[in-house]
């Protein structure tokens, strides 16, 4: 009777965490398709003031960047950048009074505040890094309502919470599971979680409940079939591993530290410096009648769709302004960028390619750079291919996919999110520890005086 009890205990506690995990993907969903509508809500707004006056933007962007830089700085550390790297560092961290303060719900709201402030000013971010992040600090904080006391069990939370914030962002949840295994875990046991499946799954149907059963950028019906088409998948792939692995080399460069003068008065002037990348980018923006502004998404789904064919300078001008970008500190993505300059490269290969339809030289164009910068061949392959809904070009995606990875991987031998992951743990280790305070004995009492 004492081992039945027991049991049903244990059964009991087991399914009350169960319960917890499904409910905290399912908020990570309803979060996600949230901060989709936030970003959405941002461009357009952004849309509205450049149809007013395209030079408001040269007091909106440099005033939109310091301000979410500082707010960074003061209110929400660990919300900078794209969140992947901060989500890989937790899973490498030992210490979870750190890992509270990096995924903290208040990190998270940050995240989403901050990403929509930087869209609306202009900068070229995405949200789906940051998705990540948020989807990691949702379940990171159920982990801390369960009290689980292995870490095994913690991490495997984040792992789950990262890869539902993928399928959500993406509406792919195979991409996630992918993502999870080949970017974001680096062991077995995690790679084979049962939580990490189940949060996919609940994040991406509750995502589809609630914006139906799209494509991220809708259907395709293309083909590359074997034959002299094929000689778009290594002109793409060495071409878009060259320029995603310059992107990536540059990045880690800056993470580093920017050379000279200008990494000097980036480091003791943050805010300043973020709103002199806003200043830049204003100029690019006006110059390029404002398609370099936000996360490119329009610009890639007329550029796959076939129904807008833009200039070489678009996906160069995107590539500086996605640089200056993630330089000035503020929290955005690097992925919607980075498949907008693919589909801007891919747009332009397609022109000197004429024995391949123009629709698959841009799919192969997008999934090379995407692929090179992100150095994840089979998260870029499945990513393109669920967002596009087409299994046509698997084979021809995979191996374009790979061939960039290999190109890129000769140029900047870290992946990138890797490097920026062991950035971000050097500069916790190396940042000053507060002082510690020894606490003084109190004064001796006064010797009795005699009478």
């Given amino acids: 009777m004492r ?12 399914w009350r965490r169960k319960l917890a995990c499904w409910a905290a993907a399912v908020v990570v969903g309803v979060v996600a398709v949230g901060f989709a509508m ?9 849309n509205h003031i450049i149809a007013i006056s395209p ?69 070229s971010i995405g949200r789906e890094g940051p998705s990540v992040q948020i989807g990691a600090a949702i379940m990171h904080a159920c982990g801390r309502w369960l009290n689980l006391s292995t870490v095994s069990m913690r991490r495997g939370l984040i792992l789950a919470g990262g890869a539902s914030g993928v399928s959500a962002a993406f509406n792919t949840p195979l991409a996630g599971i992918v993502f999870a ?15 990490m499946l189940t949060g996919v799954i609940l994040s991406g149907v509750t995502a589809i409940a609630l914006v139906g059963n799209y494509s991220y950028f809708g259907h395709t019906d293309v083909v590359v079939p074997i034959g002299i088409s094929w000689i778009a998948v290594p002109t793409c792939g060495i071409l878009g591993g060259i320029g995603g692995g310059v992107f990536s080399a540059i990045l880690i460069r800056a993470t580093r530290g920017l050379p000279g003068g200008l990494g000097r008065f980036a480091r003791s002037r943050p805010v300043a410096f973020a709103a002199t990348c806003g200043l830049l980018l204003a100029v690019i923006g006006i110059a390029s009648d404002g398609i370099t502004y936000g996360t490119g998404y329009e610009q890639a789904h007329e550029i796959i769709e076939g129904k807008t064919h833009y200039p070489a300078s678009f996906f160069i001008l995107k590539f500086i302004a996605t640089i200056i970008s993630y330089c000035s500190g503020i929290p955005g993505g690097l992925f919607a960028p980075s498949l907008a300059i693919g589909a801007g490269f891919g747009g332009w290969v397609a022109q000197f390619l004429p024995h391949t339809t123009p629709g698959a030289v841009v799919l192969l164009g997008t999934v090379a750079y995407f692929s090179a910068v992100v150095q994840s061949p089979l998260t870029a392959s499945v990513i393109v291919m669920e967002m596009c809904d087409n299994q046509q070009v698997t084979l021809a995606l995979l191996a374009t996919s790979f061939l960039a990875y290999g190109v890129s991987r000769m140029i900047c031998s870290q992946p990138l999110y890797a490097a920026l992951a062991e950035a971000f743990l050097d500069g916790m280790a190396t940042a000053p ?4 305070v020894t606490p003084r004995p109190p004064p001796a009492p006064p010797l009795p005086v005699a009478r």
């Fill in 181 to 195: 295994i080949e970017e974001l875990s680096h062991s077995f046991e995690q790679r084979t979680s049962g939580t």
């Fill in 3 to 14: 081992h039945l009890r027991r049991s049903a205990r244990i059964t009991t506690e087991q």
């Fill in 38 to 46: 936030a970003a959405d809500a941002a461009a357009t707004v952004r």
């Fill in 433 to 436: 520890k507060p002082p510690i």
């Fill in 55 to 123: 030079w408001i933007m040269l007091v909106l962007t440099p005033g939109g960047l310091a301000l979410s830089t500082w707010l960074t700085r003061t209110w929400f550390r660990g919300a900078q950048g794209s969140g992947i790297p901060q989500t890989i560092a937790s899973l490498h961290l030992e210490n979870f009074a750190i890992i509270d303060r990096l995924l903290s719900l208040r990190v998270a709201a940050g995240k989403i505040v901050l990403t929509t402030l930087g869209l609306v000013a202009g900068g």
